[in-house]
Antibody, heavy 127, light 109 residues
Framework: QVQLVQSGAEVKKPGSSVKVSCETSGDTFSRFGISWLRQAPGQGLQWMGGIIPRFGIANYAQKFQGRVRITADESSNIVHMELRTLRYDDTAVYFC????????????????????WGQGTTVTVSS | EIVLTQSPGALSLSPGQRATLSCRTSQSVGSNYLAWYQQKPGQSPRLLIYLASDRATGIPDRFSGSGSGTDFTLTISRLEPEDSAMYYCQHYGSPLSITFGQGTRLEIK
């Protein structure tokens, strides 16, 4: 059974950065896209950005542009999400998630529905 | 960016009843790129429906999706206690972008 295994909970101070990892399988790395989403306490799901590991192409939600970076390490089949300049309202559960992708041509990719989710990583921003 | 609006915000029904959850989009959804997810407290979401009406692997046929354009519906027939959860609709298909509705809380009592 396909699994996405995320790194453990983090407690960070405001203004610092956090890096969360998502371990995938080789098949996932070559055939699927990986998104990062978050869910603040009692709130809904928010897409932060995603990457096509095979091509190293990433895109980010406008809300997080300039503050988030998603990278894929082909040697370890791990996708990382780094969020910088943390604020108190970044406290949330962060999920990685897998989806097939399509190609509109000219290097423009899109995701299909998410079929596999990681277990979630709690990030707490506290002074 | 397409905005998804779900209604009602919360729903309380009895076992055996039928639940009808709505998702309206601010623009027409091409290729019916609309999915539904179920999320129980403390768990990751689970894919129920994709392409507006296709059930994901292992999802009981009590769950069905319908709709096109800007109006989509998730119907859960013969409700069971374990159907208590949050339900989210999601639009995909935009270039490397995904958007969610705010969710509907379903309580089975």
């Amino acid at each position: 059974q396909v699994q996405l295994v995320q790194s453990g909970a983090e407690v960070k101070k405001p203004g610092s950065s956090v890096k969360v990892s998502c371990e995938t399988s080789g098949d996932t790395f070559s055939r699927f896209g990986i998104s990062w989403l978050r869910q603040a306490p009692g709130q809904g799901l928010q897409w932060m950005g995603g990457i096509i590991p095979r091509f190293g192409i990433a895109n980010y939600a406008q809300k997080f542009q300039g503050r988030v970076r998603i990278t894929a390490d082909e040697s370890s089949n791990i996708v990382h999400m780094e969020l910088r300049t943390l604020r108190y309202d970044d406290t949330a559960v962060y999920f990685c998630a897998r989806a097939e992708y399509g190609d509109y041509g000219s290097g423009i990719f899109y995701f299909y529905a998410i079929d596999v989710w990681g277990q979630g990583t709690t990030v707490t921003v506290s002074s | 960016e397409i905005v998804l609006t779900q209604s009602p915000g919360a729903l309380s029904l009895s076992p055996g009843q039928r639940a009808t959850l709505s998702c309206r989009t601010s623009q027409s959804v091409g290729s019916n790129y609309l999915a539904w997810y179920q999320q129980k407290p403390g768990q990751s979401p689970r894919l129920l429906i994709y392409l507006a009406s296709d059930r994901a692997t292992g999802i009981p046929d009590r769950f069905s999706g319908s709709g096109s354009g800007t109006d989509f519906t998730l119907t859960i027939s013969r409700l069971e206690p374990e159907d208590s959860a949050m339900y989210y609709c999601q639009h995909y298909g935009s270039p490397l972008s995904i958007t969610f509705g705010q969710g509907t809380r379903l309580e089975i009592k």
